[in-house]
């Protein structure tokens, strides 16, 4: 039996001195030799556990074999043969809770670095071939259409796999580019847009019509779509509408959702400002409440639009930060502030109007909430005031509520989300399936293509029953 | 990419667009409003639908020339294109028979109010209406309006410092001689809160339609978030329409001075050169 090679090769990384002052990627990518050594680590283990820990069950060890045997191509049609959007997943998919974690080498701690090999594969296609030109059989049309509301991670997953199928597919996006999240949300050093351009140019070139500035809800309902032509819907639009503390003060300039600041910085190109128009000023010290990924994505954009200190406030400690660990790290490294166990309870204004400070309170843990974490507890007496300029509220994200309230029949939870079944993705609404962030709450862009691989296989199960 | 099939230059800076956008026209409803991008690189902003027409398939905005994409938009010709225009967004006027309906508008919302309007006087209301504009030169849409109302007041006179007082004695005359089931207000902010100001001892209802900074305008990102009676609500999905007496309207001018370049702050808001116009 071959000896194992535990030692993991290391993503090579800009240095965080000097990446703090651009928007480029913080991940620079494997070498092609970086690559083959580590896709070498693979031990072809028989049981091949990764599969099952991947959303999209990619066939891992096969497009792993393919690239230690230096055959790109194939490695390119194994990946991409279950899962459209490789490069974005590469880069923001938490591998290290799904296929890593299982990976047999985990129980040596040292995993292979499936996400980073994913990752090269995807990279390497589009440096070597025109990203349209794709090996893709072209599918016997079958004359049916499907209306696919939003173009984020579910959507375009699911607009894949249908038009693949041989549907027609109509996209609606509500903004001005597709995208949805992978756009708007997660910034530049960690997810170039020109990538996810890229993917999504892939899927629109596979015979998928996007339709941008289009809100469904407004322009056109998902009843006028189903009596206009559309044999089936597939809701994508994800858990667009931000939390908010709701504490006092919160209402002030100065104060964003990190949806706004994101949209601003990411989608809008504010730190371009003034080459493109929209405006973002930063202030010189940034607070950002929350401990999720959006919350680290928003504190290292603070830092480089040319805030002087950058403060993560979340009201848990550090063993509860729902963030991927690699990103909370790239954070430290960046001489980001975390403030641990505080939470904001209101906000005061100086002249203008403009937040100027931070009233906050230490926070201890008791007993588990229904997260299973333990529940955050004011201590009384430990308030304090945080000199602040800028504050983003990265709290997290509810369901859009405008698919639901203008669609007759469509049940949804307590909390805004549409109800759906778990494999299939129906709804209780006939013709109409939904799936990622509106089904779920916030979750991860995996999860969402997972969501709408499932439901493009029973759309096409329907589609073909009518027939 | 949307075609200017007409323009108009109303006033000095205040110029009047038909837009090609047909899915638009078909839905448009009084009171809603469009987001407009000009260009690859441009900002999102709002537009309040000023009309529409559904055969012809065009949306017709008004605009002030305020800031960087108002003044792009003004250089566009007929034929040329807009990048992206988005809608109808926000919720339609609530149109109601309230009997009587006083109508206050300020600075080019003249024009975006005329939908609303007619909708009311065609649900069967009286209108009365009081223009506010800066100075004759700067007046317009009046004979629309006055077409639709059966009183027209226009009311003149440059903006005196920090103050706006030309439509208190207009205002309080007609409240005082008339029975008014509702008020609504377009135009400034400054002048949308005055308006509340003055009818608030009479107890009449106050519609404002607001008018906060959008990046969106579909509800996901909370930059026209406006406090009304101490709640958040998000104009673009909850207004743009909204009880004048319970808008804090202090937070929504100082909300609206974000982007005015000016990050110093200043204890009072200067009505001359002010962003709020």
Known sequence: ????????????????????????????????????????????????????????????????KAITEGDMPEAVKILKSKNSLPGICGRVCP??????????????????????????????????????????????????????????????????????????????????????????????????????????????????????????????????????????????????????????????????????FLTRTVLMKGYLFPEYDTPMPIGKKVAVIGGGNVAMDSARCALRLGAQEVYIVYRRSEAEMPARREEVENAME????????????????????????????????????????????????????????????????????????????????????????????????????????????????????????????SIDTYLKELS | MYKVLLRQDLAPNIHLFKIEAPGIAKKAQAGQFVMVRVDEKGERIPLTIADWDREEGSITVVFNEVGKTTRKLAVLKEGDFITNFVGPLGLPAHIENFGTVLCVVGGYSVATIVPVVRALKEAGNKIISIIRAPNKEMLFGEKQLGSLSSKLMIVTGDISFDYDGFIIEPLKEILNSEKVGLVITVGPTCVMKLVAAITRPFGVKTIASLNPIMVDGTGMCGSCRVTVSNKTRFACVDGPEFDAYEVDWYSLMARRCTYSGDMTPKLQYKCRNCAQW
């Not at chain 1, 090679?5 to 991940?27: G, S, T, W, Y």
């Not at chain 1, 708007?184 to 020109?194: A, N, W």
């Open chain 1, 334 to 457: 960046e001489g980001i502030i975390f403030k641990f166990l505080t939470n904001p309870t209101g906000f005061l204004g100086g002249g203008r109007g403009w937040v100027m400070a931070m009233e906050c309170i230490k926070m201890e843990l008791g007993e588990p909430d229904e997260s299973g974490r333990r529940r955050p507890i004011p201590k009384p007496g430990s308030e304090f005031l945080m000199n602040v300029d800028t504050v983003v509220v990265a709290l997290g994200n509810n369901p859009n509520p405008l698919i639901a309230q203008t669609t007759k029949g469509l049940e949804t939870s307590r909390h805004g989300t549409i109800v759906a079944d778990e494999v299939t993705g129906k709804t209780t609404k006939e013709k109409v399936w939904a799936g990622g962030d509106i089904v779920t709450g916030a979750a991860t862009v995996i999860s969402a293509m997972g969501a709408g691989k499932r439901a493009a296989a």
């Open chain 1, 1 to 64: 039996m071959p000896k194992l090679n535990l030692n993991r090769v290391p993503m090579p990384r800009q240095d965080p001195k000097v990446r703090i002052k651009n928007f480029n990627e913080v991940a620079l990518g494997y070498t092609p030799e970086q690559a083959k050594e580590e896709a070498s680590r693979c031990i072809q283990c028989p049981k091949h556990p990764c599969i099952e820990g991947c959303p999209v069950d990619i066939d891992i060890p096969d497009f792993i």
């Open chain 1, 95 to 260: 591998q290290e809770t799904q296929c890593e974690a299982a990976c047999t080498l985990a129980k040596k701690e040292a995993p292979l670095a499936i996400g980073r090999l994913e990752r090269y594969v995807a990279d390497w296609e589009r440096a070597n071939k025109p990203a349209i030109a794709s090996p893709v059989e072209p599918t016997k049309p079958t004359g049916r259409r499907v209306a696919v509301i939003g173009s984020g991670p579910a959507g375009l997953t699911a607009s894949a796999d249908l038009a693949k199928m041989g549907h027609k597919v109509t996209i609606f996006e509500a903004l001005h580019v597709a995208g949805g999240v992978l756009m708007y949300g997660i910034p530049e050093f960690r997810l170039p847009k020109e990538i996810v351009q890229t993917e999504v140019d892939y899927v629109v070139s596979l015979g998928a019509d996007l339709k941008l500035d289009s809100v469904i809800g407004k322009i056109d309902t998902v009843d006028e779509l189903l009596s206009n032509g559309y044999d089936a819907v597939f809701l994508g639009t994800g858990a667009g509408a931000p939390i908010f503390l709701n504490a006092p003060g919160e209402n002030l300039p100065g104060i964003y959702s990190a949806n706004e």
